[in-house]
């Protein structure tokens, strides 16, 4: 299953700024290993915010919901999910 996943992070303004950086490292490489499973199909950062939208491409709610509370910076985020099918008209086979 599709889902369109927009998340905006919000870090405390009095985290001290190794461990923001640490929260940070373990984000990213946590995305890029989901990125090279498949299950994060693309990740787009949204401009003049600390914030992207994504694509995950996952079995379904529960997964997603695994990976999303997983993610290192999670407490720190405002979560929108949009569950995506494909559309009649396009001509890709694999955005189903």
């Excluded at 009095?14 to 498949?38: H, I, N, W």
């Excluded at 949204?46 to 939208?53: K, P, S």
């Amino acid at each position: 299953m599709l889902f369109q996943v927009e998340m905006a992070v919000t870090l405390p303004g009095d985290m001290p700024v190794e461990t923001a950086a640490s929260l940070k490292q373990k984000e990213r490489d946590f995305a890029q290993d989901l990125q090279r499973q498949g299950k994060w199909r693309h990740l787009w950062r949204v401009v003049g915010q600390y914030a992207n939208t994504s694509i995950f491409d996952v079995a379904g709610n529960a997964e997603l919901h695994e990976i999303l509370t997983s993610l290192p910076l999670f407490p720190y985020m405002t979560i929108k999910v949009t569950p995506l099918c494909r559309h009649p008209s396009s001509i890709h086979e694999d955005d189903q």
